[in-house]
Every structure is written in C-alpha cells, then in structure tokens.
C-alpha cells in the first residue's frame, strides 16, 4: 500500500473496536487472499491458544502471541489480519486453504474489496 488506504484503515479500526469485520479479498505481492477481517487481539489470542494447545516444542511461542495481544494498538495500523483465509491465486507456494489467522502488512495490499 503505497498510498495510505484511510478507508482500508477506518475499516481495520472498526473491527478493532466491533471484534469481527466484513468479508475481505486482498491482493498482495500477486497473491488473492480471502477471509473474513479479524481484530488484531483476537488474531493473537487465538493464535497463542493454538499454540499453547500444540505442546512441545510449540507452546513455548504462545508467550510471543500473548504478549502481542497485550500491546496497544498503534495508529495507523501496519497489519491487516483476516480469519479464515483462503488463497484464490497467486504464484506462491502456499496452500489453497491457509487455516484460521493470516497476517498481512499493509504495505504488501495493492488492492482490496468487502463482501
């Protein structure tokens, strides 16, 4: 996003602040993403509770994911997040169905729309 999106980021204000956002399709760097928009402290709880939940080796991460829930959320934002995410196309070696929590900079977004 090399011009400041400010209703990408009204948007990713309003989740913040309702929980849970629209539908979203994003473009970046080649890539469809799709989802549903997350708040940024769901993304991390969730994200340390799956981690905690995993065991050994993994659990020792859910603290990392903890803490990032804990932070205050900074203005503008450079994250967005998204629940339920699938990859439409791209060149990537990801796959199709990308699991729960994506995270994805801003700057990385070339273009976006809501469903």
């Known amino acids: 996003m090399a011009i400041r999106d400010e209703l990408l980021i009204d948007l990713i204000n309003r989740t913040e602040m309702e929980g849970e956002g629209p539908r979203i399709t994003v473009v970046a760097q080649g890539a469809v993403i799709t989802g549903r928009l997350a708040a940024h402290r769901h993304w991390a709880t969730h994200v ?67 469903r």
């Not at 205050?72 to 990859?87: E, R, S």
């Not at 169905?97 to 809501?114: D, E, M, T």
């Open 48 to 114: 340390a509770s799956r981690l905690g939940e995993a065991g050994l080796p993994d659990e020792r991460f859910a603290e990392d994911f903890t803490r990032e829930a804990a932070e205050p959320l900074t203005y503008p934002p450079a994250f967005l997040h998204i629940h339920g995410v699938q990859l439409i196309s791209g060149s990537s070696s990801l796959p199709a169905a990308l699991g729960q929590f994506f995270r994805v900079p801003l700057s990385a977004v070339s273009a976006w729309s809501v």
